[in-house]
């Protein structure tokens, strides 16, 4: 069902009876994932501020099963069937084991640290389930109706469920939103905290109250949805930083977007059935707390060392924005193949691919999703590669191959191969490798001089790039209409035609260029700190610039002649890529992995968002245009 649909949904007469009911049907699903998925992300947000815990979550802490402890023992004993009791004894339930929990780990020295919270939480969550089960496998009925319920879903929510659900939500939102100010003084310390005119005790009540109150109101209604409260809070900070002013309407946005992220995920990989979201974002989520709870011993040993305490955490937090865009790039490359004019199931791909031929389905996904697929990754990481080695090597945000005339060197040989020559195909890729390398030396050769300077060559790049396009525009002037289109679909940069024998050398290009440019990133990092500096410390100044050059214009050569000039992909990756990532660290690995992120989201973006199908360039390239006003503006104000 396209946007259309959906949209005429809401228009008298817009769409058929059978759409409108099954969009209607929708509507409190999603309104209902909205509200779930914002308390879950807030409440584990509290959780984590008034323990002070990175690792603290409903789920890993036990609230979730001690919930459940009191909603199965009303099925069982009191034979409750409302959504209004279930979230009073799902909210008595959170509490109590809440409390259990935090005094468990706080018993002896040292406090409730993240171990002992964690091991609290496990502990408590295990003899919880126990009785859970004690109460549960006597009686199928009660087993029957609680097993739907403890997987966590919001496949059956309705506007009844909304309706119960708001009065405590619009509390906790309150409360959590009106604690803020007082728990970004809470996390300097309790007796700094108390010195500022903050009641500590109180304020870590009132949290605890919020927090247990948005998860046992959503628990109720939808279920234990495990570790979107673990994922969402890291993933914010790790991006707008430590103040909760920011964290906590990002941590709602996060949440409610992760958990229908995860409902359509489920409804698409259990068609024609549906997998729970809950069993969705524990498939998510697991990974996510094991990255977290690794090293978490050494961390609390070695924090008196501030330097390795600031090592530790920019490491942990490129490693983490890391695995996350590798996951994207994976959860995409998936949609890729498997979502489409006609959806395929994960299995019916997985067969077709082992070489089992399924009819209707071989052609599709072997030579159309396939080549796509593996073009959109390796492209998307040259771009981004590529982009950022020119911004490190130049220490200029601008100077992408976009900007200093790279790219077109590739495009103008390759519309002269389809105006001109009447090529296509494998010819015209390779000439636009060809020309793409003879074009970059030529302004390599010009930026020289009186001696190389970062700013002669991309004074130089900016005015081949103005030639070359006055040359292109000169040659779709004269051509044949005909022409004019095919050579415009390749200079607009899209993933259509891109057949599986130039996936190949695609793969063996990028794949040696940065394995180089890994190799090389060292000189390149002393490069970054003046060439007096380099050359003290031994760097070969010329061949480690040559090197680099050499390795992202194949990148960008090879990249373009696949797909043509997909528009700020270069430009976009680094900058994205650092910011996310943070400082102190090469971004190299999430440069690249941003670029196919980039490129996968914007081709999906372009053939199934709108009405008609746009090429992957013309979205980057919308993408693109307001952070480089964004960019120029700020560096204007900069040298203002």
């Not at 309705?158 to 939102?173: C, H, N, Q, R, T």
């Not at 680099?548 to 002649?561: D, E, G, K, P």
Request: aromatic fraction near 8%.
């Amino acid at each position: 069902m396209g946007i259309q649909s959906v949209l005429g949904a809401f228009v008298p007469n817009g769409a058929p009876e059978l759409e409108v009911h099954i969009v209607l049907a929708r509507v409190p699903r999603t309104v209902f994932g909205v509200l779930a998925g914002a308390a879950l992300g807030m409440s584990g947000l509290l959780m984590q501020s008034i323990t002070r815990n990175p690792i603290a979550d409903p789920s890993i802490l036990g609230v979730n099963t001690g919930a459940s402890l009191f909603v199965v023992c009303g099925i069982a004993f009191f034979h409750i069937q409302s959504g209004n009791q279930y979230i009073w004894l799902a909210f008595a339930g959170a509490a109590l084991t809440a409390v259990l929990v935090y005094g468990l780990a706080s018993v002896g020295t040292g406090g409730a640290t993240p171990i002992r919270l964690a091991l609290a939480g496990a502990a408590a969550s295990t003899a919880l389930q126990s009785l859970v089960n004690t109460v549960m496998l006597p009686n199928t009925q009660v087993m029957d109706q609680f097993r739907f319920w403890q997987v966590g879903s919001i496949s059956g929510a309705s506007w009844e469920d909304i309706k119960l659900m708001s009065p405590y939500l619009a509390v906790g939102f309150v409360l959590a939103f009106f604690l803020v100010p007082s728990l970004n003084t809470l996390a300097l310390g309790d007796d700094v905290a108390t010195g500022l005119g903050v009641n500590v005790t109180v304020v870590r009540g009132l949290a605890a109250l919020s927090g247990v109150l948005l998860c046992a109101a959503v628990t109720a209604l939808a279920g234990p949805i495990s570790f979107i409260g673990l994922m969402v809070p890291h993933l914010i900070r790790a991006l707008v930083g430590p103040d909760l002013k920011k964290i906590m309407p990002l941590s709602a946005v996060c949440g409610a977007c992760v958990l229908l992220i995860s409902d359509v995920l489920g409804r698409i990989w259990g068609s024609p059935g549906e997998l729970e979201s809950g069993i969705v974002t524990a498939l998510i989520g697991g990974p996510v707390f094991f990255y977290h709870t690794k090293g978490q011993g050494t961390l609390f040993i070695m924090k008196k060392n501030t330097i390795w305490s600031g090592y530790y955490k920019r490491k942990k937090r490129y490693w983490f924005t890391a695995c996350i865009l590798l996951s994207l790039v994976i959860l995409l490359a998936c949609i890729m193949m498997v979502y489409g004019n006609t959806i395929y199931m994960p299995g019916t791909v997985l067969e077709v691919l082992k070489g089992n031929e399924t009819k209707g389905a071989a052609f599709t996904i072997k030579t159309l999703r396939l080549p796509r697929m593996l073009a959109a990754i390796f492209c998307g990481a040259a771009f981004g590669l590529a982009g950022n080695t020119f911004q490190k090597l130049l220490g200029n945000p601008l100077a992408s191959p976009d900007i200093i005339g790279v790219t077109s060197g590739a495009s103008v040989a390759a519309v002269f191969g389809i105006l001109v020559l009447k090529w296509n195909g494998n010819i015209v890729s390779i000439l636009a490798v060809l020309s793409g390398l003879l074009v970059s030396s030529a302004i390599y050769f010009f930026a020289q001089g009186d001696g190389f300077s970062n700013g002669k060559l991309i004074l130089t790049g900016i005015g081949m790039q103005a030639f070359l396009n006055a040359l292109i525009s000169w040659m779709l002037l004269k051509a044949s209409e005909y022409d004019v289109s095919s050579a415009l679909r390749w200079l607009s940069g899209s993933l259509n035609g891109v057949s599986m024998d130039q996936v190949p050398r695609l793969m063996v290009v990028v794949v040696f260029s940065t394995v180089a440019i890994f190799l090389l990133n060292r000189h390149l990092e002393i490069l970054q700190l003046g060439e007096a500096h380099a050359r003290v410390l031994g760097i070969r100044i010329t061949a480690t610039r040559l090197g680099l050059i050499l390795c992202a214009l194949l990148l960008i050569a090879f990249a373009t002649s696949v797909t043509g000039p997909i528009a700020s992909v270069a430009f976009l990756a680094g900058p994205i890529a650092a910011r996310i990532s943070g400082s102190g660290k090469s971004n190299l690995m999430t440069s690249a992995l941003t670029g196919c992120v980039l490129v996968m989201v914007s081709d999906l973006v372009g053939q199934y968002a709108f009405p008609s199908r746009y090429p992957v360039g013309v979205v980057t390239g919308i993408l693109g245009a307001p952070y480089l006003i964004y960019l120029l503006i700020r560096m204007n104000r900069m040298e203002g």
